[in-house]
């Protein structure tokens, strides 16, 4: 059974990343029906680069400026509502697909029918890789409520009603917006499908990723638990109080500062969540660059 797919693109300013993102949709064993690529600033470069990249591909390759410019998010909702197809695709700029993802993804869309396909994904930076998220089939909201489970921008194909149910991307939470989505896509009883390949390269890197020990991934992630507050547990506010807490003690400049954040940290730890940091620490010390913790997936 044949499934047409729009890939939704949004990005920043980054048409090196993007070329790459965008010749690994061209290289699918199952070609999408087309891209739409969303800038959130006026970028000539990206709009020639999507020109170019188009006129020598038989997939149509669409340059939608958005002029709201909030975040990808905005630009995620703006693309799926230029996009034609039943089914979407979602890629971040940075990061790149298997020429397997696609006929992957729709395999399992096709033999289930489910409301959404999730792929494994591995982690790259330059020729270095590591095993990514790997998220579980049948999982409950709860599972999703204080942790990602393994969602991100790049590796959900989703059909347009349920993306529509859900209410897209939250274009308030400038963080944690995929696993917010993905939070919500099972509050609202849709189903999903696991393909258990890693066919999803998520690129590690210094240009302004969000999932670095940032102020404004900290705020992110306090505004995430502000919204969810009603749905989530103590154990869940606990959890990602202390996610907050952990990322402000790196980012303080004070000694104070750090004791302060350090204090709080300890009062929302338990012994569960010292033993998983603890296991994961050799993980995450690969993966930081310049103080960029990438693989806090809170």
Same mark, same amino acid.
């Given at each position: 059974?044949?499934?047409?797919?729009?890939?939704?693109?949004?990005?920043?300013?980054?048409?090196? &990343?993007?070329?790459?993102? $965008?010749?690994?949709?061209?290289? #699918?064993?199952?070609?999408?029906?087309?891209?739409?690529?969303?800038? /959130?600033?006026?970028?000539?470069?990206?709009?020639? $680069?999507?020109?170019?990249?188009?006129?020598?591909?038989?997939?149509?390759?669409?340059?939608?400026?958005?002029?709201?410019?909030?975040?990808?998010?905005?630009?995620?909702?703006?693309?799926?509502?230029?996009?034609? %197809?039943?089914?979407?695709?979602?890629?971040?700029?940075? /990061?790149?697909?298997?020429? %397997?993802?696609?006929?992957?993804?729709?395999?399992?869309?096709?033999?289930?029918?489910?409301?959404?396909?999730?792929?494994?994904?591995?982690?790259?930076?330059?020729?270095?890789?590591?095993?990514?998220?790997?998220?579980?089939?049948?999982?409950?909201?709860?599972?999703?409520?204080? %942790?990602?489970?393994?969602?991100?921008?790049?590796?959900?194909?989703?059909?347009?009603?349920?993306?529509?149910?859900?209410?897209?991307?939250?274009? #308030?939470?400038?963080?944690?917006?995929?696993?917010? &989505?993905?939070?919500?896509?099972?509050?609202?009883?849709?189903?999903?499908?696991?393909? #258990?390949?890693?066919?999803?390269? #998520?690129?590690?890197? %210094?240009?302004?990723?969000?999932?670095?020990?940032?102020?404004?991934?900290?705020?992110?992630?306090?505004?995430?638990?502000?919204?969810?507050?009603?749905?989530?547990? $103590?154990?869940?506010?606990?959890?990602?109080?202390?996610?907050?807490?952990?990322?402000?003690?790196?980012?303080?400049?004070?000694?104070?500062?750090?004791?302060?954040?350090? $204090?709080?940290?300890?009062?929302?730890?338990?012994?569960?969540?010292?033993?998983?940091?603890?296991?994961?620490?050799?993980?995450?010390?690969?993966?930081?660059?310049?103080?960029?913790? /990438?693989?806090?997936?809170?």
């Amino acid at each position: 059974m044949s499934t047409a797919v729009s890939c939704v693109i949004p990005t920043h300013q980054r048409p090196e &990343f993007l070329e790459e993102a $965008l010749r690994s949709v061209l290289t #699918q064993t199952t070609p999408v029906s087309e891209i739409v690529v969303v800038s /959130d600033v006026e970028d000539a470069p990206t709009a020639d $680069l999507c020109e170019r990249v188009g006129a020598g591909s038989s997939v149509p390759v669409r340059f939608v400026r958005n002029v709201d410019g909030r975040g990808a998010s905005s630009s995620r909702n703006l693309g799926a509502a230029h996009a034609r %197809e039943e089914l979407i695709a979602f890629l971040d700029d940075d /990061d790149k697909w298997t020429p %397997e993802y696609l006929e992957s993804a729709t395999a399992e869309f096709d033999q289930h029918r489910p409301d959404a396909v999730v792929t494994w994904i591995e982690m790259f930076r330059g020729s270095q890789t590591a095993p990514g998220l790997r998220i579980k089939p049948g999982l409950p909201a709860k599972a999703a409520a204080a %942790e990602n489970p393994g969602v991100t921008g790049s590796n959900i194909l989703v059909s347009r009603r349920a993306f529509d149910r859900v209410g897209g991307f939250d274009e #308030q939470l400038m963080v944690k917006n995929d696993g917010d &989505f993905f939070f919500r896509f099972l509050l609202c009883g849709l189903s999903y499908a696991v393909c #258990q390949e890693a066919n999803v390269l #998520q690129r590690k890197h %210094e240009s302004g990723q969000l999932t670095g020990r940032t102020l404004s991934r900290a705020a992110g992630l306090e505004a995430y638990l502000d919204k969810h507050r009603s749905n989530l547990t $103590l154990a869940d506010r606990r959890f990602i109080r202390l996610s907050a807490s952990r990322i402000r003690y790196h980012a303080a400049r004070s000694p104070i500062a750090k004791l302060r954040y350090l $204090l709080l940290g300890l009062v929302n730890s338990s012994p569960k969540t010292m033993l998983s940091s603890v296991r994961q620490r050799s993980t995450k010390d690969f993966w930081i660059v310049k103080g960029f913790d /990438d693989n806090d997936q809170a």
